[in-house]
């Protein structure tokens, strides 16, 4: 396996995704201002926390993106990692749906601590005290928002680029 990234409707031939860079990113669901008190304060939707996301990689071939087009839905299965803490509880629910074997859960000394997982909900073996940081690859159901695509005739390689916004 050259590389952990995964996007259902994508071809990845070999040589295409090595090395891959991803970068993750809060969209703006509001705006910042401040009181006239001088505090700063946010309005808007706490509820829209949705991401974008760019892939960059240069290697040797390009990914078959023509299959999909700007607007396409698109499942990514993520490079990123995501991690989230959370108080002691035994059942917990992440934000986002995992990548399957990608989560670790750890307890507030450091230590791995066992678990069973059941889509999003990360069902805790052991009665921790005090928090769970909770580490793994997002799946983001995300549209195609632009990508490019780069040769040189005579170059060593080829360069492609994808920016995608989740749905």
């Known amino acids: 396996m050259e590389t952990v990234l ?3 409707g994508i071809g990845f031939p070999a040589f295409s995704c090595r090395d891959v860079k991803q970068t993750l990113v809060p969209i703006a669901t509001g705006e910042m201002c401040r009181t006239v008190n ?5 309005i808007g939707s706490q509820n829209h926390k949705k991401f974008k996301t760019t892939l960059r990689c240069h290697d040797q071939a390009l990914p078959g993106m023509q299959q999909s087009w700007v607007g396409a ?3 990514v299965h993520c490079v990123s990692i995501l991690f989230e803490q959370f108080e002691s509880d035994e059942l917990v629910k992440l934000s986002r749906a995992p990548v399957p074997g990608s989560v670790s859960v750890m307890n507030y ?3 791995k601590v ?3 997982i059941e889509g999003d909900c990360i069902l805790s073996h052991e009665s921790p005290q005090g928090i769970l940081r909770i580490s793994y690859r997002p799946i983001l159901e995300m549209r195609l ?5 780069q040769e040189q005739e005579w170059g060593d390689g080829a360069s492609w680029q994808m920016l995608l916004e989740e749905i």
Request: charged content about 25%.
């Open 109 to 111: 000394l450091g230590h």
């Open 38 to 42: 001088g505090e700063l304060r946010h």
């Open 114 to 116: 066992s678990f069973e």
């Open 73 to 75: 839905p698109l499942t």
């Open 145 to 149: 928002i632009s990508f490019e695509m």
């Open 6 to 8: 995964e996007i259902k």
